[in-house]
């Protein structure tokens, strides 16, 4: 593999725990997934809006949204309102596979899952106190295969705390918190009810197709974006099938709730096969 990215600074011990995958020869599709696995199924990292310890809805149960998308193929898959199974990715993958719909929600999402052997997580929901988490960062993570031959983007989330039952922001929306063609990937996170009316994932990598170095697509579709809603928070990062990669958001400061590091930004997390470490990096901000 080439080039992981992943949205957010909490991803960093995932992707530095996988160099050795990254490494072999994994698909890229296996690597997202595995990768977001492992912050799926740990419960610490709940207070990233994400996974078996994620915050509850507003009727006290959590509801996950995940998908997965392979470029060459352009094959995808999704659920949405997926009750009580933590390793959405998973079985988003598994509609991906197995399914010949690409995407299922809530009570439908929840069977399929169940006749495909996943197992609903029975961790209790702790009560939503003004302590607990109140944002939106989607996870997300783009792979890029050896030469450009293989690209795979992903995202999971427990979804904003609070929502509303059977709520679904952008993360599982195809073209809204995940796209990704032969020549590029994006992921986007933030605030999903406003993120969706914009489809930025596949316009960044309609203009990468276009020509535009990542970086560059990113950008232009970050000042569009804040040139209609100012208030919103949106972050994106992008690959193309070249090696280069790009990101850029409207997060001015963020505070890491695993480390508690205040980024002055949106920080996320670079590895390529050159690296023996991933990296912590700032998106351009756009005020």
């Known amino acids: 593999m080439d080039l992981v990215v992943g949205t957010w600074s909490f991803c960093f011990d995932a992707i530095r725990e996988k160099q050795k995958l990254y490494r072999s020869q994994e698909s890229c599709l296996g690597a997202v997934e595995k990768t977001i696995n492992d912050i799926e199924c740990n419960e610490k990292y709940g207070p990233c809006i994400v996974g078996r310890g994620g915050p509850p809805n507003s009727a006290g149960y959590r509801e996950y949204d995940a998908a997965v998308m392979e470029g060459q193929t352009l094959k995808f898959g999704a659920v949405t ?7 959405a990715v998973s ?12 995407m299922l929600t809530g009570e439908g999402a929840g069977r399929f ?14 009560s939503i106190t003004e302590n607990n988490p109140i944002g939106h960062d989607t996870l997300g993570l783009i792979a890029v295969g050896q030469h450009g031959g293989d690209i795979a983007v992903g995202v999971s989330t427990s979804g904003a705390p609070r929502k509303h039952p059977g709520r679904v922001g952008d993360s599982a929306l195809p073209g809204g918190g995940l796209y990704a063609n032969a020549h590029g990937g994006a992921c986007c996170s933030g605030d999903g009810d406003e993120i969706l009316k914009f489809c930025p994932s596949f316009h960044i990598v309609h203009l990468i197709s276009q020509g535009k170095i990542p970086q560059d697509a990113c950008e232009e579709v970050i000042r569009n974006i804040h040139s209609r809603n100012s208030d919103m928070e949106v ?3 992008a690959t193309d099938t070249k090696g280069n990669y790009g990101a850029c958001s ?3 400061s963020w505070r890491d709730p695993m480390t508690h590091k205040l980024y002055q930004g949106f920080p996320f997390v670079l590895w390529t096969k050159d690296m ?7 998106a351009e901000t756009v005020s």
Do not use: Y
């Open 81 to 87: 309102a997926l009750r009580g199974i933590p390793d």
């Open 91 to 102: 079985v988003a993958r598994a509609v991906m596979e197995r399914s010949p719909h690409s």
């Open 113 to 126: 899952a169940l006749e495909h052997g996943f197992r609903v997580d029975k961790t209790p929901c702790q």
């Open 235 to 237: 972050a994106v990062i």
């Open 250 to 252: 409207t997060v001015r």
């Open 276 to 282: 023996t470490c991933p990296e912590i990096k700032l």
